[in-house]
């Protein structure tokens, strides 16, 4: 049975904390770690009343990647990982990073310490990511004569250039959350990431949950895609959104004068 305390989920003004809960081995991703993320994600998924995720860590690491102390003791967690059932879209490795890509809420990934291989590619995978100016991140799959495959083909080519995700990802060096920044990896520097993404989380948590949920689905289906098939998105987007309650408590919102009370969302609909 999988060990879901080693990853904790926690809801307050609808707000989703997910702690990586490993600190004793730097939280480094056991098979019970990767179970517990795809189970926090689906936990969140059926909470509608969520509107932002904050994932982070507990101790003095993000995650230092793939145990392979874990691997090395259990062989059988390598096929457990990296074998895709006929009827899935992804393998195991896969979907703990692509999980939080899929939440229709955002996803803000607050970093310290060291964020490494597997636990780079689930940083990656978030919507924001908020580090430490040192922050030591890598994207190490080198090291084991292997490549990124929890989906960092899908998220470093849509945040970075080419050229500077085949250097860090050929050399497998180690860089500074700066240096990440200046690549587009990491969104935002602060010596206290989990207050910043607290504070992005509660102004998202203002909005219509509805607009925010359709805003990440609107992203994610026309980002780099052709012209007119972003604006025949854009439509059919709008038009689901067009007249919900939540779209009506906006205009209301909007509409009144300064000092008004704004009336609060309703739980977020679903866009699927």
């Known amino acids: 049975m999988s060990d879901h305390n080693k990853v904790l989920v926690e809801v307050q003004d609808h707000i989703a904390w997910v702690y990586l809960n490993r600190p004793e081995k730097l ?12 189970a926090a994600a689906k936990k969140i998924r059926k909470d509608r009343s969520v509107r932002a995720v904050i994932l982070t860590a507990k101790g003095e690491s993000f995650s230092a990647g793939l145990d392979f102390k874990a691997v090395s003791k ?3 967690m390598i096929p457990k990982l990296f074998l895709k059932l006929p009827w899935t879209k992804m393998n195991l490795a896969q979907r703990i990073a692509h999980i939080w890509r899929d939440l229709p809420v955002p996803v803000i990934c ?5 964020c490494f291989g597997g636990g780079m590619q689930i940083a990656l995978a978030a919507d924001y990511r908020i580090a430490t100016p040192d922050a030591n991140l890598c994207i190490m799959e080198m090291k084991w004569g292997l490549i990124p495959d929890m989906s960092g083909m899908v998220t470093l080519s849509r945040l970075t250039r080419v050229d500077i995700a085949q250097e860090l990802t050929m050399t497998g060096r180690q860089f500074s959350a700066e240096e990440g920044f200046s690549y587009g990896l990491i969104s935002k520097l602060a010596d206290d990431p989990q207050a910043e993404a607290l504070a992005l989380a509660q102004t998202i948590a203002t909005k219509s949950p509805d607009a925010i949920a359709a805003t990440k689905y609107l992203f994610k289906k026309t980002w780099k895609a052709d012209t007119w098939k972003a604006l025949r ?6 038009t ?18 300064k000092g008004a009370e704004p009336k609060p969302f ?7």
């Open 110 to 114: 607050a970093i310290h310490g060291n």
């Open 266 to 272: 309703r739980d977020r609909s679903s866009f699927k």
């Open 74 to 76: 259990n062989p059988s």
């Open 233 to 238: 998105w854009e439509r059919w987007v709008q």
């Open 27 to 38: 939280n480094g991703l056991d098979l019970d770690m990767f179970h517990g993320l795809v």
């Open 240 to 257: 689901r959104l067009l007249g919900r309650k939540n779209q009506q408590i906006a205009m209301k919102n909007g509409l009144a004068g």
